[in-house]
């Protein structure tokens, strides 16, 4: 409330001191080019609204970046994209998926292989039998393995989603509890040590785990910063044990403002920064290579600069950053996990902001551009998504629907065609 007020404030402040004048020169073409530059914003009332938070801004101490430092992990294309291969029921829509991505430009491919779909009927066994004919579980993840050396890209290797057997309460009464971490790290560093030693030499970027600061990636139960620092030193000490050349992503922390780890699902939520902090205190250093966040606009554009703790946007893993450096990690990257603007219908709830199809496929490069132009100490930022197997999600009118570069059946979206030509022109600089 008081920051709301003071924001306020601080237009009124402005709208009167520059009074009738000023307005009209903040209507001028130059200066709603820069309003947009720096607020990330389109509409000129937002455009105002935003330059009072960039005078906010200027109240905050720095943020110690140390964008010097000699940072691992960033020499390397940025361009990712999120895919759900492991939905695709046909091994050449499979193929066809990747095959697209490449196309597009992008080097690497972040994707789960789910827990629940190797280990599915208990520890050690890595058959499938949900349908006959029984199969190796493996089996759909040889394929895209093979699929993404076949056009060149790299993976981004997700391990996460623990079947049922790996906690006492099973899939539990509530479904979320799908998510929940397992009651022995040492079954999940066990499943880690499986999937690296299959795929050494092949694969080399994994993330252990996803979202653990948020509802429902932690299951039901309180958020804990120490006992997901517990399951990621369990999981990074026998992937290095199993290939000592693997380079370890943390769990990406999703961005969020809110202070209840305790509460009733689905509000046990822990603000990213917090929990971050509180990894290192427990000592998760030496246990991750890159920092992983989430890095959505929500409701502002890719050149929004400003900078406040409880407001998120693009610019918001400086914050992340900042922390970083104050613990001793400068030489680490942050590889964003997940990015984009939410291209809902108008029928569809706004959960994630709202943007045109038009604005999210000039949004998107223009992230880009602004990642490799200012911020060195990030590596990959990964589009949130390729596409999904089914359009379930569209008959559910579910927002996380309109993320996507290509429909179900492959039909390329305006963000698809930009994103392409962006990298056509990136990959063919000097």
Known sequence: MRAALRQLLLLWLTLLLLGGVGVSVLQLAPVRTWLWLNTGEEEWLAQVKGLTDLLSDRMRPPLELAAEARIQHVDVSPLGVNTFLEQEVEPTKQLLAVQMAADAGFHWLRQEFPWEDLEIHGKGDFEDRRHQPYRS?????????????????????RLSNPPGWTRAQG?????????????????FADYVQAVVSRYKGRIRYYQLWNEPNIYPEWGSAPIDPEGYVKLLAAGATAARAADPG???????????INLQPAAPPPGNSLNDLLFLQRMYDAGAAPYFDIMAMQGYGLYSGPTDRRMHPRVIN???HQFV???MVKNGDAHKPIWIAEMNWNAAPADVEPRYGRVTLDQQARYLPLAYARLRAEWPWVGVANVW??????????????????????APDFTPQPAYTTLRAFAQRWNERP
């Not at 040889?142 to 060149?152: G, H, L, N």
């Not at 899939?171 to 079954?187: M, S």
């Not at 998504?385 to 290509?406: G, I, S, V």
């Open 314 to 316: 693009i610019s918001r």
């Open 246 to 256: 693997v380079v370890i992503l943390a769990g990406a922390l999703a961005s969020t």
């Open 321 to 323: 950053r900042d922390l």
């Open 171 to 187: 899939e539990g009464e509530n479904a979320v509890d799908t998510f929940a971490p397992p009651d022995r790290v040492e079954d």
């Open 385 to 406: 998504y390729l596409k999904r197997a089914t359009d379930l999600w569209e008959q559910n009118r579910q927002p996380e629907a309109y993320f996507r570069l290509l």
């Open 137 to 157: 579980a493996w089996e759909k993840y040889d394929q895209i393995v093979a699929a993404a050396e076949a056009s060149q890209v790299e993976l981004i290797v």
